[in-house]
């Protein structure tokens, strides 16, 4: 099932905060909150599911943007936008300081605030793999961490928007030229990679090269024999090493 990016706004003007949350809602994010400060948002940011966060700099309190900057960097993995009407040199160093995902100056259309998410999100989604392989790689050799994993999903790009899928959801990816499909029960999606590149941000565990064009959930086969397994009614051939590697995990 689909899930649209879930998205936190710290904004302390009410009028522009509710602007900017009607005009994300009609694109198809959803917001979890709408706050106006420091204290709100870590405490919509540890009660809630969160993929992005929107915040201004300047809060009409003493912790500032900047301080909601720092806390998310230093507790939460995820990515964040400043939505701010400052953009002198001296805001803008101060900003760096805590790198954020993204810098929006206001004011702002309802496409410049779509395509800063879905930039920064994809920008996240590149940046994140090294770091994550080789902490991954220490702990243990055999498991993949995935540049856009967030929370045991993964994002792919369908039409305008970025569409979560749980892992749980995905049946098998069949490699199609220098295109994948990515089936769930109901649905195919359109990736561009090459399939050992995509295997690695799969929990491996989970998710197995079949054959040379194919990778299946473990989880969703429902019969095998010595040529094919069965996935949701589809036959997908297997390779001689996948055919071994599930006999001997077999149980009687």
């Known amino acids: 099932m689909d899930q649209p990016i879930k998205i936190l706004i710290v904004e302390d003007n009410v ?33 809630n599911e969160v993929d992005l966060v929107l915040v201004d700099i300047i809060l009409a309190t003493e912790k500032t943007g900047i301080d909601v900057g720092k806390y998310i960097r230093e507790n939460h993995n995820i990515p964040f936008i400043f939505v701010t009407s400052n953009s002198d040199k001296a805001t803008v160093e101060n900003a760096k300081t805590v790198k954020p995902n993204g810098y929006l100056v206001k004011p702002f259309e309802q496409q410049d605030l779509f395509t800063s998410i879905e930039i920064a999100l994809a920008n996240y989604n590149e940046q994140r793999p090294a770091a994550a392989n080789m902490k991954d790689r220490e702990e243990n050799d055999n498991s993949h961490m995935s540049n856009s994993i967030l929370r045991n999903s993964i994002f792919v790009k369908k039409n305008q928007h970025y569409h979560r899928i749980p892992f749980d959801d995905i049946h098998y990816v069949k490699a199609d030229n220098v295109y994948l499909e990515v089936t769930t029960q109901d649905k195919t999606y359109l990736v561009r990679s090459a399939l050992k590149d995509y295997l690695e941000k799969l929990p491996s565990s989970q998710f197995y090269r079949a054959h040379k064009s194919y990778i299946v ?11 094919d397994i069965l996935i949701n009614g589809k036959t997908i051939p297997i390779s001689k090493d996948f055919r071994e590697f599930i006999l001997s995990n077999m149980t009687s």
């Open 217 to 227: 959930n473990l989880d969703h086969i429902e019969a095998i024999n010595t040529k």
């Open 15 to 47: 009028i522009i905060a509710d602007d900017m949350q009607s005009m994300l809602e009609e694109i198809g994010y959803n917001i979890v909150d709408n706050v106006i400060d420091y204290e709100g948002a870590v405490s919509a940011l540890e009660e």
